[in-house]
């Protein structure tokens, strides 16, 4: 009997572990996790502003062969993607973090080494 309540008990001790465990692909800013597909707004209300934001836009492209030259080129297509990397430093005994945005929707997590 004592040998079963031991085994429900730990039992429930790692189901709890593994409740509150957060996915390597999420980050956590005070109690609320981020995840890939949340909107940038949403990340600023929780997590605050970063130490380091990088902005650029990119021009959707597709390989055509050109027959004039005898090569494949490079032609632009579409509109273009607004990027953006943050890098959020949580100090010292804490990884830094770098989030990368497509038009406002966070579509990568990145760990990095120890904050300062």
């Known amino acids: 009997m004592l040998n079963r309540m031991i085994h429900t008990t730990r039992f429930g001790v790692f189901v709890l ?12 800013c005070d109690r609320h996790v ?4 949340e909107h940038k707004i949403q990340v600023l209300r ?7 934001v990088q902005e650029w836009q990119e ?27 943050w890098i959020y430093n949580f ?3 804490r990884l830094m973090r770098k989030l990368t945005f ?9 760990t990095l080494s120890y904050g300062y």
């Open 46 to 52: 929780h997590c605050g502003e970063p130490v380091s």
């Open 17 to 28: 572990l593994l409740l509150a465990a957060v996915p390597a692909y999420a980050l956590r």
């Open 91 to 93: 100090g010292p005994r």
């Open 59 to 85: 021009a959707p492209r597709q390989q055509v062969y050109d027959f004039d030259l005898g090569h494949y080129v490079y032609q632009p297509f579409g509109k273009p993607v607004h990027m953006a990397e």
């Open 102 to 110: 497509r038009d406002g929707e966070l579509i990568k997590i990145e």
């Open 34 to 37: 981020i995840s890939e597909g």
